[in-house]
């Protein structure tokens, strides 16, 4: 997964052989990584001091907020959110505080337009229900910490693998459910980040959905499905 925030672009990585959760571990190094790169006259990238940047175990989504302060990066492994104050275009310094628990199995993240509220797509099935589910956070402006909001483990269909926020008025959520062959959706509070379903969410899609993007002149979501 990458990301370019303008001046910068952040990949992420992780060392197959050292995540091996049902097999022999051949490596000792540390297996994610988010690698930084500052954007220069023709394009040239320039790792900055200290890049790459450890993130956890197996990284597997990144985003940044809209103004490129803070970076975010969900660990599936260990079910974690971490936290990144973006630094002199692209070093990256950990936040605070961090790493910070999300729902089972995190698989994708994004950040609302005004850039206050952080949500987290979990694939792995939440306790009772045999789906996935939404961990919603409230961002701290001044410091970026993200604080999870209270009963938002909002319930998906199964296993979430991309999520998204309406780019037009950042009013509503979706997520593609790769297993549940479904969209998800949510309404989006303004004043708190909080989450209500839908009426007759999940909407039937496609089998295998993977991704979902809102197009920037409207409201809709567009799913991609797999072949």
């Known amino acids: ?4 925030t303008g001046d910068a672009v952040f990949v992420t ?3 197959q052989s050292a995540y091996n959760p049902t097999g022999t571990t051949t490596s000792n190094a540390n297996p994610g990584w988010v ?3 500052s954007i220069g006259s023709g394009s040239v990238l320039t790792a900055p001091p200290g890049s790459p940047y450890e993130a956890g175990v197996k990284p597997s989504a990144i985003v940044s907020t809209p103004t490129n302060e803070y970076v975010y ?4 492994a260990s079910s974690e959110l971490i936290g990144y104050s973006v630094r002199d275009g692209a070093s990256l310094v950990f936040l605070i505080n961090g790493p910070f628990r999300t729902g089972s199995l995190p698989q994708a993240l994004t950040i609302d337009p005004r850039g206050r ?4 797509a979990n694939s792995g099935a939440t306790a ?5 589910s939404v961990s919603a956070y409230v961002i701290d402006l001044a410091t970026g910490t993200p604080s999870s909001l209270a009963l938002t483990n909002n319930g998906t269909d199964t296993e979430p693998v991309a999520i998204t926020v309406d780019a037009s008025v950042g009013t509503f959520v979706y997520t593609a459910n ?13 004043d708190s980040g909080e989450l209500t379903a ?3 969410s999940p909407y039937p899609s496609g089998a295998q959905p993977s991704a979902i993007v809102s197009a920037p002149a409207g409201s809709h979501s567009v799913q991609t499905v797999s072949p």
């Open 35 to 37: 690698f930084a790169f």
């Open 117 to 120: 509220y952080i949500y987290v």
């Open 178 to 190: 790769f297993l549940g062959n479904s969209i998800s959706g949510f309404t989006l509070s303004a």
């Open 13 to 15: 990585a992780f060392d």
């Open 198 to 200: 839908n009426q007759a």
């Open 128 to 132: 009772g229900s045999g789906s996935g």
């Open 73 to 76: 990066v969900t660990d599936y």
């Open 1 to 4: 997964n990458s990301i370019i």
